[in-house]
């Protein structure tokens, strides 16, 4: 039978703790970030794969009007050929983490053409972000307009 020195053990035991410590380390604000700018992307080019990625199978967005869609209908809305999203620009944006939940706001400004129409929209945003598998995914998106002064 071997022996296994105390001190060996505790090193042993050290180190697994450490690499599973590090494994479920909650992912920086800087990744978020990135999921936040490849879903603008994606939405201003009818990326619609990568808004299949991005989204969860039971995403819900609520716009500006208070109308909500679903994942497919918020991926058919933006595969509408008569909507020519021009911008889409987010700022002052804040990350907070709570363990597999990433909880975003910020300003959103787009502007575009839709149905022949140009529309312009300056909004606040609130997304909410989940791991879910180990993979991110937009599980909750709410667009209002701010008050006037």
């Known amino acids: 039978?071997?022996?296994?020195?105390?001190?060996?053990?505790?090193?042993?035991?050290?180190?697994?703790?450490?690499?599973?410590?590090?494994q479920n380390q909650p992912v920086s604000t800087s990744k978020i970030l990135g999921f936040e700018n490849k879903?603008?992307?994606a939405y201003k080019h009818g990326d619609i794969a990568a808004m299949e990625s991005l989204l969860a199978e039971d995403?819900?967005?609520t716009?500006?009007?208070?109308?909500?869609?679903?994942?497919?209908?918020?991926?058919?809305?933006?595969?509408?050929?008569?909507?020519h999203v021009e911008i889409?620009?987010?700022?002052g944006v804040n990350v907070?983490?709570?363990?597999?939940?990433?909880?975003?706001?910020?300003?959103?400004h787009e502007k575009?053409?839709?149905?022949g129409k140009p529309y312009e929209y300056h909004d606040r945003f609130t997304d909410v972000w989940m791991n879910k598998n180990g993979k991110w995914q937009v599980?909750?998106?709410?667009?209002?307009?701010?008050?006037?002064?």
């Open 1 to 22: 039978m071997i022996k296994i020195s105390p001190l060996i053990l505790a090193g042993l035991v050290a180190w697994t703790l450490v690499s599973a410590a590090t």
């Open 63 to 83: 716009l500006e009007d208070g109308s909500t869609f679903s994942k497919s209908g918020y991926i058919a809305h933006n595969g509408d050929t008569t909507l």
């Open 112 to 115: 575009g053409v839709f149905r």
């Open 139 to 149: 599980i909750a998106s709410h667009y209002s307009i701010p008050v006037s002064d």
């Open 39 to 41: 879903w603008n992307a």
């Open 59 to 61: 995403f819900i967005i």
């Open 88 to 91: 889409t620009e987010m700022s």
């Open 96 to 108: 907070r983490m709570h363990g597999s939940v990433a909880v975003v706001t910020g300003a959103y």
